[in-house]
């Protein structure tokens, strides 16, 4: 069975920064797109971003453009999401998700592997 684990969350004030950290384990990580998703009570999950498997860029919500990075080294099955200037509205669980498709997808129902997510809070 496939593993998500995902650390680095934590408390932060407003424009601070953090580094979230998913590792993947019992999947061939570098065949899979790997992405960030968070969820803030009351609400929906929502897509943060995208790192393809293959050739190509990521992909990035509008709210966190600019601000937030994915990178992945697929040396250590290991994708990660840096996240500066962050803002109160940031606050949520994160996620990370595993995705075994070519094409990319904004879809929380299109991933097969789930992490059991990591809490971001940002004081004002």
């Known amino acids: 069975q496939a593993r998500l684990a995902e650390s680095g969350g934590g408390t932060v004030q407003a424009g601070g920064s953090l580094r979230l950290s998913c590792v993947a384990s019992?999947?061939?990580?570098?065949?899979?797109?790997m992405a960030w998703f968070r969820q803030a009570p009351g609400k929906e999950r929502e897509f943060v971003a995208v790192?393809?498997?293959?050739?190509?860029?990521?992909v990035y919500a509008d709210s966190v453009q600019g601000r937030f990075t994915i990178s992945r080294d697929n040396a250590k099955n290991t994708v990660y999401l840096q996240m500066n200037s962050l803002r109160p509205e940031d606050t949520a669980v994160y996620y990370c998700?595993?995705?075994?498709?070519?094409?990319?997808?904004?879809?929380?129902?299109?991933?097969?592997?789930w992490g059991q997510g990591t809490q971001v809070t940002v004081s004002s």
């Open positions: 998700a595993a995705d075994g498709q070519f094409d990319l997808t904004r879809r929380p129902d299109d991933y097969d592997y």
């Open positions: 019992r999947i061939t990580f570098i065949r899979y797109n």
């Open positions: 790192e393809r498997w293959s050739r190509g860029g990521p």
